[in-house]
Structure formats: structure tokens, C-alpha cells
């Protein structure tokens, strides 16, 4: 088992940065992928961003490239989503997930996931 808590999110105008972490614990994941994904009101969950814990490769949705940075610090199990120039269609609620997944961009392929963070930008 794998438990994942999410925090840091909130309230922010557009153009801000807010940085989301997620603490994880229990078995090892070292040959994880952790990612993130958000879900708007009213939209199905969809990628943000993940990363391979071992190796540290990164991968992106064009629509936050450029603009959010994940990474990871394996000293503390945490993992982070640094989000700039934010827009007010990046509001949603942000998961954190881990597994071990063939498509990265597939949330079905996770089976772990953190209760999730609310992010609003407003306009």
C-alpha cells in the first residue's frame, strides 16, 4: 500500500504560482510513476504532469508545458508541482497518484491517489 497526501492548495489570482506537494508513505516506489491530475467541476479527471521516481524524467500536458514543473525529493517522499502563471481554467481539484502505469496520461492505470487539493485562480 501506498498513501498519498496532497497539500498546498488554495486561492490565487491569475498570473500567480502556487507549489502543490504530496507527502507519500508505506511500501516501496521506487520503480513508481508519480503524477498529478485535476478534475473541474462538470469535466472528467485529465493529466497535469508526471514524473518517474528512480530516474526522475519528467512529463507534461501541453497545456500546463512551459508554465508547471514537477519534481521530486526521495530524502523526504515528496513530491512537488510547481504551478506559474496561473490561469483561471487551471481551477480544479489536484490529485496526486502513483503506480506503475503503461500510459502515463491514463488515470485508470493508478491505484494509488491522494485526497486531493482544491486550486482556485481567480480572474
Known amino acids: 500500500q501506498v498513501q498519498l497526501v496532497e497539500s498546498g492548495g488554495g486561492l490565487v489570482q491569475a498570473g500567480g504560482s502556487l507549489r502543490l506537494s504530496c507527502a507519500a508513505s508505506g511500501r516501496t516506489f521506487s520503480r513508481y510513476t508519480m503524477g498529478w491530475f485535476r478534475q473541474a467541476p462538470g469535466k472528467e479527471r485529465e493529466f497535469v504532469a508526471a514524473?518517474?521516481?528512480?530516474?526522475?524524467?519528467?512529463y507534461y500536458a501541453d497545456s500546463v508545458k512551459g508554465r508547471f514543473t514537477i519534481s521530486r525529493d526521495k530524502a523526504k517522499n515528496t513530491m512537488y508541482l510547481q504551478m506559474n502563471s496561473l490561469k483561471p481554467e487551471d481551477t480544479a481539484v489536484y490529485y496526486c497518484?502513483?503506480?506503475?502505469?503503461?500510459?502515463?496520461?491514463?488515470?485508470?492505470?493508478?491505484?494509488?491517489w491522494g485526497q486531493g487539493t482544491q486550486v482556485t485562480v481567480s480572474s
Open positions: 497518484a502513483a503506480d506503475d502505469p503503461r500510459a502515463l496520461g491514463n488515470s485508470d492505470e493508478y491505484d494509488y
Open positions: 514524473i518517474s521516481w528512480s530516474v526522475g524524467t519528467t
